[in-house]
């Protein structure tokens, strides 16, 4: 696929919304990853048509509002079609949304792969289980890539935009299923889960135990142990999960969107983000920079322009009002000095984001750059509008 | 405030991702030795921003003079552990007993709390044993701050007996006491991060014994226009006006308009949401502001600035 050249060098997302069943946003924390992955949804539901569905981690309390909803719930939710309307736009297809809570979905996930009721209510109620599934970091990534799974695997949608939840490193939930599964088949889990009386102590295991035992007392070791016989019990249906999930992340209806601002650290981690995709052999569709000052800060000449406004405000300002009615000539120089200096401070942030924009674009040439917003998105048009320099 | 913030011993900083958690947390840590505190500042995400912000070589476990009464480790949960094992148990020749380490790490990753008390008993430990006399450290998002601070009791509550039991009793001691651990919260004038302060300056009285000693507030814009000025830069904006003052200055004079247009437009934005956050956070935490510093680079020069900025809003 030819990514779309646009006026001003940055790429369409269109014909990757279009072609795509599964859209990923990634990125670091604070970069516009949820309301970038609502946009776009919103921007494939009104001109493409379909049935367009966004999960997202933690959605701004405006962001649901501005997708028409009270709250987002662990359940898919349609956007009020009229909602378009008010926004001017006759909507192709429809937009749905859902919010990822990790705790709903793991009790869903062990509802579903539980041998009997029996033990389903004995994992549910085990009080190490909301500790795991609430505290396990690793266990928002699984859970995310999971349910992404499964609402893929329903066939229920066109597209499904997700929005990655906030990892303490970015590509965390890029190895969440492998590492769920190698942890249903680790030697420690079979030696924890050897009932009590049976247990042999072998060379290997003896000096864990008993340095186990010092440290977190056999109480906790045993509680332990019951959980993860329990949990035990799911391990066939687990394990082909997660491996089904990691054929769908690297499946080639699948892609990958990196989101950035261009400030130094998520610019950084956006590039070892765009790597790790590289290695992992997963599809990288396009790369999103999200805030970036406009261009009117780089023009030529206007550096020059600014230089002598702080210089000679005064004369400057003299002649001006010589010309037309702008008030008084003393405070007519401070405005003219302070929109001089204004305008060089703003420079040099936006030339070193010219430059981090470059270092980006070679790593993909598919880049789109949202310019930065002057205002908050509360509305399906302001989200439309977004969409906008996405789009075309 | 009941402490003056730097007469604390450990400070956790935190705050949503992207809003200069780390710089800010370099700078305390550099205002602090500045002043003649030996601090150690220990990155816990070890994601090697501590290092980028002074411009020194990656940190470690092993902590490293990197400035004058200034230290920087990196926190690494496996080596915490040896560590541990071998101060209270004491526990030798580990090394020989590595896969033993592997396995447990295991557990650590699965058991509630293990990892993190790991990172936190080190940090108490520091504390305790007097190494320093600050902590500062560059902590977890505010998404994962709360366990980990918790962690202390969360252990407490669901071990009953064994050495890591034994160990939460001081450690909370130590978290506990306003006068000697603090938790402070960086945020940026926009919506999300001054959304998930409040919702975190909340969870941290609730869920956890931490003080919250303070709020910094990074990247505050300056006011462009002072009083009655904003109506002289609206007639400039009059055609006439803008035609006259190209003519004077003898160059294009729209992009630097727009560009003054805009820097107020984002002034006030920012402004409703630093107001909320006052409303919102009321007299528990006191505010620091950084300004919007327009650096040309993020390193050592920015960490300086940005210790000078919060040296003037402490009173220093």
């Known amino acids: ?392 | 405030m009941s402490t003056e913030l730097l007469d604390r011993r450990l400070l956790f900083v935190t705050g949503k991702g992207g809003v200069g958690k780390t710089t800010i947390a370099a700078a305390l840590g550099q205002l602090a030795s500045s002043r003649g505190k030996r601090t150690l500042l220990c990155e816990v995400d070890a994601k090697g921003n501590l290092a980028g912000a002074f411009e020194t070589g990656p940190t470690q476990f092993r902590e490293r003079e990197i400035g004058p009464d200034l230290w920087a480790m990196s926190m690494d949960t496996d080596a915490s552990l040896k560590e541990y094992l071998s101060l209270q148990l004491k526990l030798p020749l580990l090394s020989r007993i590595g896969p033993l380490a592997r396995t447990f790490d295991f557990v650590a990753n699965a058991a509630p709390g293990v990892k993190e008390i790991l990172v936190v008993g080190k940090l108490c430990y520091e504390v305790r044993e007097r190494h320093y006399d600050l902590v500062v450290v560059d902590a977890p998002a505010s998404g994962h701050i709360v366990g980990q601070l918790a962690a202390p009791q969360a252990i407490q509550d669901l071990v009953k007996v064994g050495s890591v039991r034994d160990q939460t009793g001081w450690m909370l001691d130590i978290l506990s006491d306003p006068a000697q651990t603090g938790a402070v919260i960086v945020a940026t004038p926009e919506e999300m991060p001054v959304n998930e302060t409040l919702d975190l300056s909340e969870r941290l009285a609730d869920e956890t014994r931490v003080d919250l000693a303070a709020v910094v507030v990074n990247r505050v814009l300056p006011e462009l226009f002072g009083r009655g000025e904003e109506v002289v830069f609206r007639a400039l904006r009059d055609d006439t006006a803008s035609a006259a003052l190209a003519d004077a200055v003898g160059g294009p004079v729209e992009p630097l308009l727009e560009g003054a247009e805009l820097a107020v437009k984002m002034r006030r934005t920012r402004a409703e949401h630093l107001g909320d956050l006052r409303a919102g956070l009321g007299r528990r935490a006191e505010l620091l502001y950084v300004p919007e510093l327009f650096q040309r680079t993020h390193g050592v020069r920015a960490t300086r600035q940005i210790a000078d900025a919060l040296s003037a809003e402490l009173g220093y």
């Open chain 1, 1 to 392: 696929m030819t990514p779309k050249r646009r006026a001003n060098g940055g790429t369409s997302l269109e014909p990757l919304l279009a072609a795509k069943e599964i859209v990923i946003c990634c990125g670091s924390g604070g970069v516009g990853k949820t309301t970038t992955a609502a946009s776009a949804a919103a921007m494939a539901a009104a001109h493409l048509g379909g049935k367009v569905l966004v999960i997202t981690v933690d959605p701004a309390r405006r962001l649901a509002n501005a997708l028409g909803l009270e709250r987002f719930g662990n359940a898919e939710t349609q956007v009020p079609p009229e909602l378009f309307v008010e926004a001017g736009v006759e909507p192709r297809g429809e937009l749905w949304a859902a919010m990822l809570d990790t705790k709903q979905s793991w009790d869903e996930l062990v509802r579903a792969h539980a041998p009997d009721a029996a033990t389903r209510d004995a994992i549910l109620a085990n009080p190490l289980y909301e500790n795991i599934t609430g505290r396990f970091v690793q266990s928002h990534d699984y859970i995310a890539m999971e349910r992404l799974y499964e609402i893929h695997a329903s066939g229920r949608y066109d597209l499904i935009v997700v929005d990655t939840p906030p990892t303490r490193n970015a590509i965390d939930f890029l190895e969440a299923p492998d590492r769920m599964a190698d942890f249903f088949s680790s030697r420690l889990l079979r030696w924890l889960t050897v009932p009590a009386r049976s247990r042999v102590f072998t060379m290997a295991s003896k000096p864990f135990y008993t340095v186990a035992d010092r440290i977190l007392g056999s109480q906790f070791l045993q509680d332990i142990a019951e959980f993860f016989l329990l949990f035990q019990t799911m391990y066939d249906g687990f394990v082909e999960r997660a491996q089904a999930v990691t054929r769908t992340l690297s499946d080639n209806r699948t892609t990958f969107v990196v989101v950035s601002t261009l400030e130094a650290s998520p610019a950084r981690e956006a590039e070892f983000f765009i790597d790790a995709l590289a290695s992992r052999k997963y599809p990288l569709g396009a790369v999103v920079i999200n805030k970036a000052l406009p261009a009117l800060f780089l023009e030529r000449g206007a550096k020059k322009v600014a230089e002598r406004l702080c210089r000679d405000a005064g004369p400057l300002a003299e002649r001006v009002a010589a010309a037309a009615p702008v008030g008084e000539v003393p405070q007519l120089a401070r405005v003219l000095g302070e929109v001089g200096e204004s305008y060089l401070n703003f420079q040099v942030v936006a030339t070193r984001e010219a430059e981090q924009r470059a270092e980006l674009a070679r790593h993909a040439d598919v880049v789109a750059t949202v310019p930065f917003a002057d205002h908050d998105i509360t509305d399906l048009a302001g989200l439309l509008e977004l969409g906008g320099s996405l789009w075309r």
